[in-house]
């Protein structure tokens, strides 16, 4: 059976119908800065991941609770503690406006919190909450028509408005591994057409991080450049320590040796 | 059943991703992102996900990969394996639209190149009527119809990266021009209704 014709060839469909479907635009390709910030909160996830988890579904089940019961009590109970498990992905202070509301944020962290994180967590209910750095808080608890909107820009605002001093460790916390796969990430499109780039991009890359953990993807990256360049000698030779790695590495470190050969 | 070792998963088209060390694990949430990013992104959109809710829903997908990374069988295309998850978390989306206050208004994306302000005009309109006409499809059959009448892939094509035989994307498609053409005719009756006030 062979494929329709599309609606937009097609002179049997309504012209409204093909007119909306020849201006459609297609999808938007993710552009640098939001590729950033994804990537920042993936490093952050990955360095908390008990937390997140177990705060993704007691938010589900928080945001029903208030559906079902309403009543602005339960709402503004409901409404702080989706804060506190936003903020929870977040390094910055746990949003705590009164003795109340700290204790149950502390109670929240014994309930969630793995015993390697607790501890953090803790410190942080206890550090002053700038009111600047919430702003959705005060408004939401005022207005709980916000309260269900689970606003995907909270938690952007939250880091935005964050001290400079919590903001500096945010940096440092986060962009390690991000930046190890962003800065791989470009030696790797740069092999195509540049591989002298890609192979001063993986030098880049050592020097910046010598704890690197994408190791491997960085010795891949290498060994395709030198292959690409021809520089026989010492794709060879690194293709050797990447096959006394064993395993894994071996197929394809074999198949890029091979393609070398051939490439003569 | 041939399986597929890790390095010949993840190294799809021009690949020179990390193999994992561990093939119980499964891949990496990390070289899943920094690998596939733009496929997530332009995935989500398919399915619906509206613009200011594209970095949550590719993060959920993320964090989805990385609590499900073992059940990654090297099986089917890793693309594919993403793919599905992709559709998963847009049907939550979908879900918990229903509690949200506002209106939920699935997004197409935005046109960069702008001629006119008349041209912004048509485009801004086109874009909500055919959002209008596509909210109430589901993010698969929404997926299979924009990746066939808009991006203009083959339904071999849109079958090989959603898992599914062809013969389903044929179904998927057919039900989604007939919730089309459905949404057209009320956009017609509400707007011969307009009129005649």
């Known amino acids: 059976m062979s494929d329709p014709i599309r609606l937009v060839d097609d002179p049997r469909a309504p012209s409204e119908l093909r007119n909306l479907l020849a201006r459609a635009p297609r999808a938007r390709a993710l552009d640098p800065t939001a590729r950033h910030r994804i990537g920042r909160r993936l490093a952050r996830f990955l360095a908390l991941p008990l937390v997140l988890t177990v705060g993704l579904t007691m938010k589900t089940a928080a945001a029903a609770l208030a559906v079902a019961t309403g009543g602005l009590v339960v709402g503004a109970v409901v409404i702080h503690e989706v804060q506190v498990l936003r903020a929870l992905s977040v390094p910055l202070p746990i949003p705590s406006h009164s003795a ?148 894994l590495y071996a197929e394809r470190v074999d198949r890029l040796l091979e393609k070398m050969d051939t490439d003569e | 059943m041939h399986r597929r070792t890790v390095e010949q998963a993840l190294a799809i088209e021009r690949d020179v991703a990390e193999p994992t060390a561990d093939r119980r694990t499964g891949p990496e949430a990390a070289l899943v992102y920094a690998e596939h990013a733009e496929f997530l992104w332009r995935s989500l959109q398919h399915m619906g996900i509206r613009e200011a809710d594209l970095e949550d829903a590719v993060q959920e997908v993320l964090v989805v990969v990385h609590r499900r990374r073992g059940s990654y069988n090297y099986e089917c295309r890793l693309t594919t394996w ?60 929404r997926a299979a119809f924009v990746l066939f009448e808009i991006e203009g892939q083959s339904c071999q094509d849109i079958a090989e990266l959603s898992g599914v035989p062809v013969g389903t994307i044929y179904s998927r498609l057919h039900k989604a021009r007939q919730l089309v053409d459905r949404a057209l005719e009320r956009e017609r009756l509400s707007a011969r209704k307009g009129h005649d006030r």
Request: some cysteine; aromatic content about 2%.
């Open chain 2, 82 to 141: 993403l793919f599905g998850i992709c559709l998963r978390v847009a049907s939550r989306h979908r879900r918990r639209a229903y509690f949200r206050w506002e209106r939920h208004e699935a997004e197409l994306p935005e046109l960069i190149d702008h001629h006119t302000p008349e041209d912004q005009l048509i485009e801004h309109r086109t874009k909500a009527t055919l959002n209008r006409l596509l909210s109430g499809l589901r993010p698969e059959h």
């Open chain 1, 100 to 247: 109340t509301q700290r204790q149950r944020a502390r109670a929240m962290v014994e309930r969630v919190a793995s015993d390697a994180t607790r501890r953090e967590l803790l410190e942080r209910v206890e550090m002053p909450t700038p009111a600047a750095a919430f702003p959705d808080a005060d408004t939401a608890v005022s207005n709980p028509s916000l309260a269900s909107r689970g606003s995907p820009a909270a938690p952007r605002k939250l880091a935005a408005a964050a001290p400079a001093s919590v903001q500096s460790s945010i940096g440092v916390q986060s962009s390690g591994l991000e930046l190890e796969a962003a800065m791989l990430e470009t030696a790797r499109r740069a092999l195509a057409t540049s591989p002298a780039e890609a192979l001063a991009i993986v030098g880049e890359h050592r020097a910046r991080f010598p704890r690197a953990t994408l190791t491997s993807e960085r010795d891949l990256i290498q060994l395709d450049a030198l292959c690409r360049m021809q520089r026989r000698a010492e794709a060879r030779q690194l293709g050797n320590l990447l096959r006394a790695r064993g395993g």
